[in-house]
């Protein structure tokens, strides 16, 4: 029997049993509430806007804030929005509306109750970000040095602060806007303190206010905040802009040097008249690229720094470059080296990660184009021919997608030796698709793993695939697979670059089986490496 969703009246009905009365819908269409939080000692008029669709939790505001509390309290705003819950920390069932709504009531009770008694201040420095201010500063700094910084805005509500102007530049360019001209004076400084909001007189309004809450926080800190401000309105700046780097949180302030407050006397001293000042807050949104490749790797490495060699710009080496890219690679002083000879053909469109705006551009620098578009300002470099006559230079780590096994063997013997060796290639049709890092000697290389006697051992299934050619003639065979294949085999390629980075490689050889119709007989391993391969022999 389908299930039929609970009609309003119903909630409604539920909610009177509460104590809660329907007022009217509100400008979004929500229906609005009127009851009580029943807490230990008092309960307190409050206000419910719920969806009509019945399919998200009710927001709750006090109807009034309860008096005589600090100006800033845990989980509840200047308006009396109540927050009970963490966006995303719980799903609301929308099956059950009526129940999941007085678990809300409940849950907001609960939390107003810790927070009139002071339970929860600690919280505060959770929310910093959310009390602190709207107007932002886009922060492209790779190095995180302290000191100046070149800074930019956009008519005085957003700002750009970076360490690079060229590789921020682009970034900007990228998204159609480039670097304004208007320039601000602005400089870094750095503290072990998190920020903590005050509980009255919230946000600062002055430098003096600001400074005297920094000192709460850092002495040294606002120490070295105020000196450099001095410094600035002593050589007659028209405006700063301080950015403070602090544990998971990065804000700041923006003064205008040029204003001159009402109620100074004739001959106020340089630091009274600085600390006058209004400021403005500004919250710090990074874009460097060490923060976007590390953001989704909490406790990991990344790519940033080293220098990667990718052969083939393929189906595989495609979708590779551009998680390479994602993972770091070519920045922070590192260099991602693209390396293919052919160009993008109509017939390669159905499973690369290229389009047809690229068609009959060669692979490896179409492909660079790409990641300078998604990636602005990565060090990418494309070397068009064959691998065996080009100088990649120093590696860290050399990865082969062709999928070519002749290729692939003569690169473990040219490369293995000296530098970790990556290969990934589909199996068959796309039944699987496979890896394997020969990061250590004592490790097999693929050319171990496909001749005898090892290859039966290694085999994926019990009963080999058989090879499917498609195509017209020599030049136009190919076999098919589609593009999911391709996908998986990089992203099985990207998990064991990962697990190479975090010092985990082992298992050195790793299957993802794709046609679940086989039996499979191969399990992930790190074999050893065949006596007398002459691939990879000592």
């Given at each position: 029997?389908?299930?039929?969703?609970?009609?309003?009246?119903?909630?409604?009905?539920?909610?009177?049993?509460?104590?809660?009365?329907?007022?009217?819908?509100?400008?979004?269409g929500?229906l609005?509430?009127?009851?009580e939080?029943?807490?230990?000692?008092?309960?307190?008029?409050?206000?419910?806007?719920?969806?009509?669709a019945?399919?998200?939790?009710?927001?709750?505001?006090?109807?009034?804030?309860?008096?005589?509390?600090?100006?800033?309290?845990?989980?509840?705003?200047?308006?009396?929005?109540?927050?009970?819950?963490a966006?995303?920390?719980?799903?609301?069932?929308?099956?059950?509306?009526?129940?999941?709504?007085?678990?809300?009531?409940?849950?907001?009770?609960?939390?107003?109750?810790d927070?009139?008694?002071g339970?929860?201040?600690?919280?505060?420095?959770?929310?910093?970000?959310?009390?602190?201010?709207?107007?932002?500063?886009?922060?492209?700094?790779?190095?995180?040095?302290?000191?100046e910084?070149?800074?930019?805005?956009?008519?005085?509500?957003?700002?750009?602060?970076?360490?690079?102007?060229?590789?921020?530049?682009?970034?900007?360019?990228?998204?159609?806007?480039?670097?304004?001209?208007t320039?601000?004076?602005?400089?870094?400084?750095?503290?072990?303190?998190?920020?903590?909001?005050?509980?009255?007189?919230?946000?600062?309004?002055?430098?003096?206010e600001?400074?005297?809450?920094?000192?709460?926080?850092?002495?040294?800190?606002?120490?070295?905040?105020e000196?450099r401000?001095?410094?600035?309105?002593?050589?007659?700046?028209?405006?700063?802009?301080?950015?403070i780097?602090s544990?998971?949180?990065?804000?700041?302030i923006?003064?205008?040097?040029?204003?001159?407050?009402?109620?100074?006397?004739?001959?106020?001293?340089?630091?009274e008249?600085?600390?006058?000042?209004p400021?403005?807050?500004?919250?710090?949104?990074?874009?460097?690229?060490?923060?976007?490749?590390?953001?989704?790797?909490?406790?990991?490495?990344?790519?940033?720094?080293?220098?990667?060699?990718?052969?083939?710009?393929?189906?595989?080496?495609?979708?590779?470059?551009?998680m390479?890219a994602?993972?770091?690679?070519?920045t922070?002083?590192?260099?991602?080296?693209?390396?293919?000879?052919?160009?993008?053909?109509?017939?390669?469109?159905?499973r690369?990660?290229?389009?047809?705006?690229?068609l009959?551009?060669?692979?490896?620098?179409?492909?660079?184009?790409?990641?300078?578009?998604?990636?602005?300002?990565?060090?990418?470099?494309?070397?068009?021919?064959?691998?065996?006559d080009?100088?990649?230079?120093?590696?860290?780590?050399?990865?082969?997608?062709?999928?070519?096994?002749?290729?692939?063997?003569?690169?473990?013997?040219?490369y293995a030796?000296?530098?970790?060796?990556?290969?990934?290639?589909?199996?068959?049709?796309?039944?699987a698709?496979?890896?394997?890092?020969?990061a250590?000697?004592?490790?097999?290389?693929?050319?171990?793993?496909s001749?005898?006697?090892?290859?039966?051992?290694?085999?994926?299934?019990?009963v080999?695939?058989?090879?499917?050619?498609?195509?017209?003639?020599c030049?136009g065979?190919?076999?098919?697979?589609?593009?999911?294949?391709?996908?998986?085999?990089a992203?099985?390629?990207?998990?064991?670059?990962?697990a190479?980075?975090?010092?985990?490689?082992?298992?050195?050889?790793?299957?993802?089986?794709?046609d679940?119709?086989?039996?499979?007989?191969?399990?992930?391993?790190?074999?050893?490496?065949?006596?007398?391969?002459?691939a990879?022999?000592?």
């Amino acid at each position: 029997m389908k299930f039929q969703r609970v009609a309003i009246p119903d909630l409604t009905a539920a909610l009177q049993r509460r104590g809660f009365s329907y007022l009217k819908r509100d400008g979004r269409g929500r229906l609005r509430y009127a009851g009580e939080l029943c807490l230990k000692a008092k309960n307190y008029p409050c206000e419910l806007a719920i969806s009509p669709a019945l399919d998200d939790f009710p927001r709750i505001w006090l109807t009034p804030v309860p008096p005589g509390r600090p100006e800033l309290q845990p989980h509840l705003s200047a308006d009396g929005y109540l927050c009970y819950l963490a966006v995303g920390s719980v799903i609301f069932d929308s099956f059950n509306p009526i129940q999941q709504t007085m678990a809300c009531l409940d849950r907001a009770e609960q939390v107003l109750e810790d927070i009139l008694a002071g339970k929860m201040v600690e919280d505060l420095a959770e929310e910093f970000h959310i009390t602190w201010g709207h107007r932002w500063c886009m922060l492209d700094v790779a190095e995180r040095r302290p000191g100046e910084l070149n800074a930019y805005t956009y008519g005085g509500k957003i700002s750009v602060a970076t360490d690079d102007t060229q590789r921020t530049h682009a970034k900007f360019e990228a998204i159609g806007l480039g670097l304004p001209k208007t320039e601000l004076k602005a400089f870094l400084v750095h503290t072990t303190a998190r920020p903590m909001p005050l509980q009255d007189r919230w946000p600062p309004k002055t430098v003096q206010e600001f400074l005297k809450w920094q000192n709460t926080l850092d002495p040294r800190c606002r120490k070295k905040i105020e000196q450099r401000l001095l410094e600035l309105f002593q050589a007659k700046a028209t405006s700063a802009l301080v950015l403070i780097y602090s544990p998971q949180v990065q804000y700041g302030i923006e003064v205008d040097l040029q204003r001159n407050p009402a109620g100074i006397g004739n001959k106020p001293s340089l630091r009274e008249t600085l600390y006058r000042l209004p400021i403005q807050q500004i919250s710090a949104c990074r874009i460097d690229d060490h923060y976007l490749a590390e953001r989704n790797l909490p406790g990991s490495k990344t790519l940033a720094g080293l220098k990667i060699g990718l052969v083939g710009c393929g189906t595989i080496g495609g979708y590779l470059a551009e998680m390479l890219a994602k993972a770091g690679a070519g920045t922070g002083g590192g260099r991602l080296t693209l390396v293919d000879m052919g160009s993008l053909e109509p017939g390669n469109l159905g499973r690369h990660r290229l389009g047809f705006n690229a068609l009959i551009k060669k692979k490896a620098e179409a492909m660079c184009e790409e990641l300078w578009r998604v990636a602005p300002g990565i060090d990418a470099v494309a070397v068009v021919g064959d691998v065996k006559d080009a100088n990649l230079g120093p590696l860290n780590l050399l990865i082969d997608a062709t999928g070519e096994q002749g290729l692939t063997d003569w690169l473990t013997w040219q490369y293995a030796d000296k530098v970790p060796f990556l290969a990934a290639w589909v199996e068959g049709t796309g039944a699987a698709v496979r890896a394997l890092i020969k990061a250590k000697p004592e490790h097999a290389c693929a050319r171990c793993i496909s001749q005898p006697p090892l290859k039966d051992q290694y085999r994926v299934f019990d009963v080999p695939p058989e090879v499917i050619m498609k195509g017209h003639g020599c030049e136009g065979l190919y076999v098919p697979f589609p593009a999911t294949a391709s996908v998986q085999a990089a992203a099985l390629a990207m998990e064991m670059v990962q697990a190479w980075l975090d010092g985990a490689e082992s298992p050195s050889f790793r299957t993802r089986v794709l046609d679940l119709q086989r039996e499979v007989h191969f399990k992930d391993c790190s074999p050893q490496r065949s006596e007398g391969c002459p691939a990879c022999a000592m």
